[in-house]
């Protein structure tokens, strides 16, 4: 079963637009990821914010998490063509199976150049 | 090597036929998972392996699907009686250790298609 939910399910930008998506999930987490797929090949893992985070950097990333909505946020900054991929977030859920990752269906960004 | 091996990336099979994939982790990696991915969704959790052993195989969706990992480092996925239902990217992943905050680091997939 899947926990998270990615909104929107498309996403169509510009080159040079911020680019946001959204993450809800449904039950208690010790972190939330966020994971890069091209064309449906390897997963790349992008950013880890654990549950007593807030916000998290990582170059031109910058994660949110709001545990009291379960939601978290996945913001890229000055996008290329070159991000153009499916972007997942996954829950490691607190209570014991700490090394397994539930995945939402994605969000597929296209930049445009 | 650098990453997490995954072979053969494609497999077209016939239904009710048997197939194996296969997974190289990253050395030194403890902790070894497989995830099926169908089209437009999500990867979904299949097994785990701490080592040797599986140590959560409750994705597994029937008895028709197991794997193995006998040295504690390649791993191999085995489908009996392939169904179309199967068809799917299967992917593999590792990690330095499965307790913890660790990063989860993916193979290249096998796309599986039964016809």
């Known amino acids: 079963s899947q926990q998270g939910e990615e909104d929107p399910q498309a996403l169509s930008i510009q080159e040079g637009e911020n680019a946001t998506m959204n993450c809800s999930y449904k039950?208690?987490?010790?972190?939330l990821q966020w994971y890069r797929q091209n064309s449906g090949r390897g997963l790349v893992h992008l950013i880890l914010?654990?549950?007593?985070?807030r916000e998290k950097h990582s170059g031109r990333l910058r994660v949110t998490l709001d545990t009291s909505k379960k939601s978290s946020s996945l913001l890229i900054t000055a996008s290329r063509a070159a991000d153009t991929a499916s972007y997942f977030c996954a829950t490691e859920n607190s209570g014991g199976s700490n090394y397994k990752l539930t995945f939402g269906k994605g969000t597929l960004l296209t930049v445009n150049p | 090597g650098a990453g997490v091996s995954q072979t053969p990336s494609n497999k077209v099979t016939e239904k009710g036929k048997y197939v194996e994939l296969r997974c190289d982790p990253i050395?030194?990696?403890?902790?070894l998972y497989w995830y099926r991915q169908s089209l437009g969704q999500g990867p979904e959790f299949l097994i785990y392996f701490q080592g040797t052993g599986a140590a959560d195989d409750s994705g597994l969706p029937n008895d028709r699907f197991f794997a193995v990992r006998p040295e504690g480092s390649v791993s191999t996925l085995k489908i009996q009686r392939t169904e179309r239902g199967d068809s799917a990217v299967y992917l593999c992943?590792?990690?330095?250790?499965?307790?913890?905050?660790?990063?989860?680091?993916f193979g290249e997939g096998s796309w599986l298609t039964v016809v």
């Open positions: 050395s030194g990696h403890t902790a």
């Open positions: 992943a590792s990690s330095l250790s499965g307790l913890g905050v660790n990063t989860i680091y």
């Open positions: 914010i654990r549950s007593n985070e």
């Open positions: 039950t208690s987490i010790n972190n």
